[in-house]
């Protein structure tokens, strides 16, 4: 008989599905609680015993009357959904104007009521959370639909950061029944969970929730890890002994004999942690399949804890971390240590208490109304607030996001943004600090501090010594960013290399764009085409009659089947017509023309910045049109993260999308950061945005962009 898997303890689940079949009974008389939600109801009086539960029931009732006759595709009752995700988010300890928004999530979205109903019945926050969760329509927003519904969402939590709760409750509950879908349905949505929702809940301390999605995404994403992974959980749960339980009595003990009152809980590692650390150590030792959790009454006491453990058991000193005296950037709270017996057995210990223990779990869902004013020994010297509801890392990112208007640069940037779990905190002369990532320089901070105006920065000072611009701070650093006088100072285009926040990434390269260099401006006019050694593009001939073509013709070491190039249709005869290597036109790019010279009628797209200068300098500009064919060659760069494999998962992408790879090359590695460029054949130009959103979706890349001169690296 297969042994069960220890869980820790947790309420009894709820049967949804008799639940649902009872909502479609009816609504409750409306002097009593719905049965239904009697199970909402006792895990929200459980953390707010004086909560007002008439709301709970008035949202209820709106929702189950309006999803009736809905099913989900597990063929359970839809209500069933809003109620799980409510229940997930009361037994977090969320108030109860959050689960009356959770209650009515979806109400906007796939029934007739609409938000000013909502709004009329249950008030401005209520339709508030609502309307951030309602996705945006994919009939009006296309492929768009989706990083459009995540910005939209981020710039609601900003005002109110229990949207978000209720979108990681929501999701959390659709992985659960996620096995109804098909799997590359599955595998798409553990993706964007992986890149996108796991970060947020970490960054927002939801551990609970955090731990959970890990769990549900490895084991669609990694499904034979995930088995050995289980089966070594197995293998553990079916020893006779426990050597972490009896290091745990052991730790009662001690304590009791010191007169240290605390509750000593053994904390089972989620199927992620285990494995991370068998990748970590190799083979596991038993008490490396969970934690010891002591939990105490006041802040004192963890450190009262912490000194008997270590006076009287032997103390693992390179285990030893105070989250206490300098908490994590998400609100999480504890000491850190480990234990060691004789027998080699070492056991890891959380020592925190019971408010700590409930922040770290819940993070901003236990926290009160965001509504309510900060006060002002909320506010930072710099006027930025500390109130965790609005950390300094979602003030960054609504920031950066205002200058990415594109979606797919809004979505990349966002998957790369979150990749960074770390941040650090610096300090200004003045004692104002500035919240960065890890590996952040001083360009990130110049931009952090001074916006657009520090493209005049000329250098930095960091702990009172001189430092270059590309030097990588620290925790705890002072830094004094020294700033030129001369107006026209400009930013060099190196500092994309030392760049690593959005802001100051989206501000560079948005001023080199606007400035081009001279040299750059001499070959855009001329129409002249970036070289492409391995692409082997011979130059493009006029047709014989009728209006001119340009063909991108395909290299000899490509493959030899007939191709359907992509042409350019322009009205003057006898025209030679090539298509600018600095913007890569495709179809269906919106494209102008400019007469060079030569009667050469060079291409670029509308968008590029050569446009404004050939004008400027008087080139006349020709009426472009595509031809019917469609196929089109074009150099996509794709930057990542260093990782075995990505190579190839890189190029089989491409594959799938039944793209040609013309020619390819990998840069070395720069921290950990790889560029890889590729020239593409496709059979149809209209497949380049799925075809940049498939690289994307790789794990470890996170921008894919079209080729540029001079492109910066990253």
């Keep these: 008989m297969t042994p069960a898997v220890p869980r820790r303890k947790a309420r009894a689940r709820i049967d949804l599905r008799r639940l649902g079949r009872a909502a479609l009974l009816g609504p409750a008389a409306r002097d009593r609680l719905p049965d239904a939600i009697g199970h909402v109801a006792e895990a929200h009086r459980a953390h707010h015993p004086d909560a007002d539960l008439e709301p709970l029931r008035r949202a209820y009732v709106l929702a189950e009357s309006?999803?009736?006759?809905?099913?989900?595709?597990?063929?359970?009752?839809?209500?069933?959904?809003?109620?799980?995700?409510?229940?997930?988010?009361?037994?977090?300890?969320a108030e109860t104007t959050t689960l009356t928004a959770s209650l009515l999530h979806d109400t906007v979205e796939d029934t007739d009521v609409t938000l000013d109903q909502v709004g009329e019945e249950f008030g401005a926050e209520v339709r508030f959370l609502v309307d951030g969760v309602t996705k945006l329509e994919k009939v009006e927003y296309g492929s768009a639909a989706e990083p459009e519904t995540f910005r939209k969402m981020l710039v609601a939590t900003g005002n109110?950061?229990?949207?978000?709760?209720?979108?990681?409750?929501?999701?959390?509950?659709?992985?659960?029944?996620?096995?109804?879908?098909?799997?590359?349905?599955?595998a798409r949505i553990a993706k964007v969970t992986r890149d996108v929702l796991i970060p947020l809940a970490e960054r927002l301390g939801v551990q609970a929730l955090k731990t959970e999605l890990e769990d549900l995404v490895?084991?669609?994403?990694?499904?034979?890890?995930?088995?050995?992974?289980?089966?070594?959980?197995?293998?553990?749960?079916?020893?006779?002994?426990?050597?972490?339980?009896?290091?745990?009595?052991?730790?009662r003990a001690v304590l009791r004999e010191a007169d240290v009152s605390a509750e000593v809980l053994i904390r089972p590692r989620h199927f992620v942690s285990v494995h991370r650390a068998s990748r970590k150590r190799g083979t596991l030792r038993p008490t490396d399949f969970g934690r010891l959790l002591v939990l105490v009454n006041e802040d004192a006491d963890c450190y009262a804890v912490l000194g008997e453990l270590h006076?009287?058991?032997?103390?693992?000193?390179?285990?030893?971390?105070?989250?206490?005296?300098?908490p994590k950037f998400n609100l999480y709270q504890s000491l850190h240590t480990a234990v060691a017996r004789g027998d080699g057995?070492?056991?890891?210990?959380?020592?925190?208490?019971?408010?700590?223990h409930k922040a770290a779990e819940a993070g901003v869902v236990a926290l009160g109304n965001p509504y309510a004013p900060p006060a002002e020994e909320q506010t930072g010297a710099d006027g930025e607030r500390v109130d965790p509801t609005r950390p300094g890392w979602l003030s960054r990112l609504l920031h950066w996001q205002e200058s990415a208007p594109d979606p797919d640069t809004f979505w990349s940037t966002l998957r790369a943004d979150l990749a960074q779990d770390r941040e650090i905190t610096v300090f200004r002369p003045d004692g104002a600090t500035i919240g960065l990532p890890d590996g952040a320089?001083?360009?990130?901070?110049?931009?952090?501090?001074?916006?657009?105006?520090?493209?005049?920065?000329?250098?930095?000072?960091?702990?009172?010594?001189?430092?270059?611009?590309?030097?990588?701070?620290?925790?705890?650093?002072?830094?004094?960013?020294?700033?030129?006088?001369?107006?026209?100072?400009?930013?060099?285009?190196?500092?994309?290399?030392?760049?690593?926040?959005?802001?100051?990434?989206i501000a560079i390269q948005r001023w080199l764009s606007a400035h081009p260099a001279p040299a750059e401006h001499e070959a855009r006019a001329d129409g002249e085409e970036k070289a492409q050694p391995a692409a082997g593009t011979p130059a493009p001939r006029p047709a014989a009659d009728g209006p001119a073509r340009a063909e991108r013709a395909a290299p000899a070491d490509a493959d030899d089947r007939p191709?359907?190039?992509?042409?350019?249709?322009?009205?003057?005869?006898?025209?030679?017509?090539?298509?600018?290597?600095?913007?890569?036109?495709?179809?269906?790019?919106?494209?102008?023309?400019?007469?060079?010279?030569?009667?050469?009628?060079?291409?670029?797209?509308?968008?590029?910045?050569?446009?404004?200068?050939?004008?400027?300098?008087?080139?006349?500009?020709?009426?472009?049109?595509?031809?019917?064919?469609?196929?089109?060659?074009?150099?996509?760069?794709?930057?990542?993260?260093?990782?075995?494999?990505?190579?190839?998962?890189?190029?089989?992408?491409?594959?799938?999308?039944?793209?040609?790879?013309?020619?390819?090359?990998?840069?070395?590695?720069?921290?950990?950061?790889?560029?890889?460029?590729?020239?593409?054949?496709?059979?149809?130009?209209?497949?380049?945005?799925?075809?940049?959103?498939?690289?994307?979706?790789?794990?470890?890349?996170?921008?894919v962009r079209r080729a540029q001169p001079h492109a910066p690296t990253a």
């Design 66 to 93: 309006s999803h009736r006759g809905q099913m989900r595709k597990s063929g359970e009752p839809y209500i069933t959904h809003p109620l799980a995700v409510t229940l997930i988010l009361a037994e977090l300890g």
């Design 160 to 186: 109110d950061v229990r949207v978000m709760s209720i979108k990681l409750a929501d999701r959390l509950h659709n992985m659960r029944t996620l096995g109804v879908m098909r799997p590359e349905k599955q």
């Design 218 to 251: 490895f084991a669609i994403l990694h499904p034979e890890e995930y088995t050995r992974t289980r089966e070594l959980i197995l293998d553990n749960a079916a020893l006779a002994e426990d050597p972490l339980a009896e290091i745990a009595d052991e730790v």
């Design 311 to 326: 006076t009287c058991m032997t103390p693992v000193v390179a285990e030893f971390k105070d989250f206490i005296a300098v």
């Design 345 to 356: 057995q070492v056991a890891e210990v959380l020592i925190r208490t019971h408010q700590m």
């Design 441 to 505: 320089t001083c360009v990130d901070a110049a931009y952090a501090q001074y916006g657009e105006d520090a493209h005049a920065c000329i250098g930095a000072r960091v702990n009172g010594r001189l430092a270059t611009l590309s030097t990588v701070l620290r925790d705890g650093d002072a830094v004094q960013l020294l700033m030129g006088q001369d107006p026209a100072s400009e930013p060099s285009r190196q500092w994309l290399e030392h760049a690593r926040t959005p802001a100051a990434r």
């Design 563 to 703: 191709a359907r190039r992509a042409t350019t249709v322009v009205d003057l005869p006898d025209a030679t017509v090539r298509l600018a290597g600095c913007c890569t036109p495709v179809p269906p790019d919106e494209a102008t023309g400019f007469l060079v010279r030569g009667g050469v009628v060079t291409v670029h797209r509308v968008e590029c910045s050569a446009v404004a200068h050939m004008k400027a300098a008087g080139r006349s500009e020709v009426l472009v049109r595509w031809g019917d064919a469609t196929e089109a060659r074009v150099t996509l760069v794709a930057e990542s993260f260093g990782r075995p494999h990505l190579l190839a998962d890189l190029t089989e992408a491409i594959a799938v999308e039944d793209v040609a790879i013309v020619s390819a090359t990998v840069e070395s590695p720069n921290q950990q950061r790889v560029r890889h460029t590729y020239t593409l054949r496709m059979p149809d130009s209209s497949r380049l945005p799925a075809l940049m959103r498939a690289m994307r979706d790789v794990p470890g890349v996170y921008d």
